[in-house]
């Protein structure tokens, strides 16, 4: 994808504070609560597109991946990436960008049905929760820098906690659709660097 490479056109290294700040929701809205990334998504682009000046997306994505792409105020251009795969299909996804923030379940078992964590790198490295995006996405990361691409430094996950993670065709539980206007709110700050009230969305 163009958004990928980690030199300009003149084969100069990239400046990363031109490249976008990107938002990766995971998930398979066909299986109860993992659809909430993909929920999410949705109500995040609504945001951006009353936050800021919705762009064309940048050609080369995946044709897997959903994507849209906005100009905002003192932060310049968000992408919005949607997505079910997994592994190395992440690849273009997660690189090619300032900061990434992942939105994505997760079946901890440590809290409630509906609670929202910010996880970084070091919080997934140790065993893993119920999502089988967190192995596909720490596997990539790290084949992608090994690779000499261009991975941003800061990689924060906006994890959700799942009620049910197993039944096909289910529509996601209470606690974990109530969840969204605070998955959304949380996502817009780590974007803008700016508290948004609570309730904003």
């Known amino acids: 994808m163009a958004v990928c490479t980690a030199t300009d056109a003149a084969g100069a290294p990239a400046d990363p504070q031109r ?16 659809g909430v990334g993909v929920a999410a998504a949705h109500r995040l682009v609504e945001r951006l597109a009353l936050d800021g000046t919705p762009v064309p997306v940048e050609p080369g994505f995946d044709p897997a991946l959903t994507a849209w792409a906005f100009e905002l105020p003192r932060v310049g251009r968000v992408e919005v990436v949607e997505t079910a795969l997994t592994g190395m299909y992440l690849l273009d996804a997660v690189v090619g960008a300032s900061r990434l923030v992942v939105l994505d379940s997760v079946v901890s078992g440590a809290v409630e049905p509906g609670a929202v964590l910010e996880l970084d790198e070091s919080d997934l490295s140790g ?25 941003p430094g800061e990689v924060v ?3 959700v906690e799942a009620g049910d993670f197993v039944t096909v065709g289910g529509r996601m539980t209470n ?24 309730g904003a969305s």
């Not at 065993?127 to 991975?151: F, K, N, Q, W």
């Open 175 to 198: 606690a974990v659709e109530a969840a969204l206007p605070v998955i959304v709110d949380r996502t817009m700050t780590l974007v803008t660097g700016e508290v948004v009230p609570s």
């Open 127 to 151: 065993p893993r929760g119920g999502s089988p995006h967190y192995i596909g996405l720490l596997e990539t990361l790290d084949l992608a820098r090994a690779l000499g691409m261009h991975v």
């Open 157 to 159: 996950v906006v994890a």
């Open 19 to 34: 490249l976008p700040v990107r938002v990766l929701c995971l998930g398979n809205e066909l299986i109860a609560d993992d």
